[in-house]
């Protein structure tokens, strides 16, 4: 469960950088829609007893809550292609996934002998990945996975078309599902085609707005160690990019730096649907070595190499202090954006018109119990 991240870069140390040509063999592209169940209201701004959205390469696409139960865009070009149709039936499917969740998180919480006076969390996300290389679209991978309080409950093995319980507590319900054959026919079915058509088909629609995605801005800065006074960190950081897939090598004398060397703070969501990755290594502080950052991206024709300037922000007293603090809460800000943005990326989940009419009705018959 959890936030799903790409980083396809290797470090090696003294390793030459692979070829421009090489570094973006291929492209990966996902459908993900992602449900969660709150045991009880929890009174809290923006966090509803049931959610549910869809992700198109990590973009949301749809959305719905268990306070204005309504299947909405979240894309323009969502809204403009998909008919009144598919969002009146979408909002149906959408209801009843929340009457089979709250009935599913009460069936949970007894057989898990837990506390009503509790908050109990159950979600759902399943979807497809495809991989694109030139003129070739070819199905990657499905996934179909439940998860009870965050942790991994039950998940379905698309090879060999059956339920994996991971604890004991899903052996009943893994017992159950994989008795009803059409269900894991179906399920495979779904994950295999169904799905991967939809993908295509979305990525079609939002053309202009999908594909084309968001270059990285790159900076490279570097400030006193607050563990040593004889150390520097130096920090590169991509903001602003989209897709998620990237490459970023912190280089000194043009070789990358091996991994073990490196702090990184993986790939991470901004607000406004762009991502952000920040990676540091520890230096010396009279270091005078040529560092840069290096950083490959599919909307770049050629990387983008940002060399660092020698200078420290805050190593001067009262030099920058002012920015050093606004970096320092906007860094604390984009966190607890990113963890929000991670826990609502685990807690909601959509399935399509045609699913939600054929799954979906399957699985309304198909308790946990």
């Not at 992700?55 to 309504?70: H, P, W």
């Not at 495809?130 to 009870?148: A, C, L, M, N, R």
């Not at 994950?191 to 979305?202: G, Q, S, Y």
């Not at 991470?268 to 520890?282: A, C, D, M, W, Y």
Request: one cysteine or more.
């Amino acid at each position: 469960m959890g936030l799903f991240t790409v980083l396809c870069s290797v470090f090696l140390l003294g390793a030459a950088v692979p070829a421009w040509s090489d570094t973006l063999i291929s492209e990966t592209h996902s459908l993900y829609y992602i449900y969660t169940a709150l045991s009880k209201p929890v009174g809290l701004p923006g966090i509803y007893q049931f959610t549910a959205m869809g992700l198109l390469d990590d973009r949301e696409i749809d959305y719905y809550n268990s306070k204005e139960q309504k299947k909405i865009p979240r894309q323009t070009w969502m809204e403009e292609k998909m008919d009144k149709d598919y969002w009146e039936k979408g909002t149906q499917s959408r209801k009843s996934k929340e009457q089979w969740f709250n009935v599913n998180v009460d069936i949970l919480m007894k057989r898990m002998r837990h506390n009503e006076s509790d908050v109990h969390v159950l979600q759902w996300r399943h979807g497809c990945e495809i991989e694109k290389q030139g003129s070739e679209v070819k199905f990657s991978k499905g996934i179909d996975e439940y998860s009870y309080d965050g942790d991994n409950f039950l998940s379905f093995d698309d090879k060999d078309s059956q339920w994996v319980a991971p604890v004991a507590a899903a052996l009943p319900t893994k017992r159950k599902w994989d008795n009803v054959t059409i269900l894991n026919q179906y399920t495979k079915g779904y994950l295999e085609k169904e799905c991967v058509d939809w993908l295509n088909k979305f990525r079609v629609f939002g053309d202009k707005e999908v594909q084309k995605g968001s270059p990285p801005e790159v900076h490279v800065f570097a400030r006193k160690s607050t563990k040593d006074k004889t150390k520097l960190k130096l920090t590169c950081f991509a903001t602003g990019f989209y897709p998620k897939d990237v490459t970023l090598l912190i280089r000194k004398y043009r070789s990358s730096l091996p991994e073990d060397e490196i702090e990184s703070s993986g790939v991470r969501p901004n607000h406004e649907g762009t991502f952000q990755l920040k990676k540091s290594v520890i230096i010396p502080v009279d270091e005078k070595a040529d560092y840069d950052c290096y950083v490959a991206h599919r909307t770049l024709k050629e990387p983008i190499i940002s060399r660092w300037d020698g200078t420290c922000t805050d190593c001067k007293e009262g030099s920058n202090w002012i920015i050093v603090i606004v970096v320092g809460a906007v860094v604390i800000v984009v966190a607890l954006v990113a963890a929000i943005g991670l826990y609502l990326y685990k807690d909601k989940r959509h399935v399509f018109t045609r699913q939600s009419n054929t799954n979906g009705a399957v699985q309304g018959i198909m308790l946990m119990e």
